[in-house]
Each structure stands twice: as C-alpha cells, then as structure tokens.
C-alpha cells in the first residue's frame, strides 16, 4: 500500500502564492507518476498538473499554465505544487494522485493512490 499526505494549504489574497507538498511513504513503486487534482465546491473533480518519475515530463490543465509549477523530489518521496498569481477561482481542495509505472494521464481512474486533500482558499 502506498500513503499519500498534502500539506501546504490555507487562506490566501488573490495575487498571492501556496506552495503544496505531497509526501509518499509505504510500498512505493520505483517508477511512478504523480499529479495534482483539485476539486472545488459542486464541481467534478478537474486535473492540474501531472510529472514524470524523472520529473523531465510534466503535463498542466490550461487553467494553470503559466502560474503552476509541478516538481518532485525522490529523495525524499515528495511531489510539489508551486502556485503563483492565484485567483478566487483556485478555490478548492487539493489531492495529489499517484499511478505505477509511466503515462502522464489527466483521467483520474489511471492513478490507484489518492491523498486526503488538503484546502486551498484564495480570498480577499
């Protein structure tokens, strides 16, 4: 089994910045990739952002190109989300998402292991 838990969320100005880690521990596979769902009120849950195991692909809904930044570090198990210029419309809960092997997909029934989420709010 593989555990996933973000961190980093909060109450932000529009304008301002979050900075989102996911940390992985348990049975992690040597190659993965690991992305970024969000999920606001009434609404689907919607892809972010996706990066590769070596962290040289990384994939971004149009919504956050140009403001999002997906990193990782294996080292230390973790996946990153840089967020920039946030707006109200960034408002949601935040899960990171993790898929065995290779595939950059934005579906999300291709990554098996999901995270708890943790709460964005962007808000003047």
């Known amino acids: 089994q593989v555990q996933l838990v973000e961190s980093g969320g909060g109450l932000v100005q529009p304008g301002g910045s979050l900075r989102l880690s996911c940390a992985a521990s348990g049975s992690i596979f040597s190659i993965n990739v690991m992305a970024w769902y969000r999920q606001a009120p009434g609404k689907q849950r919607e892809f972010v952002a996706a990066?590769?195991?070596?962290?040289?692909?990384?994939y971004y809904a149009d919504s956050v190109k140009g403001r999002f930044t997906i990193s990782r570090d294996n080292a230390k198990n973790t996946v990153y989300l840089q967020m920039n210029s946030l707006k109200p419309e960034d408002t949601a809960v935040y899960y990171c998402a993790l898929r065995p092997g290779g595939g950059l997909y934005t579906q999300g029934g291709r990554y098996d292991y999901w995270g708890q989420g943790t709460q964005v709010t962007v808000s003047s």
């Open positions: 990066i590769s195991w070596s962290g040289g692909w990384t």
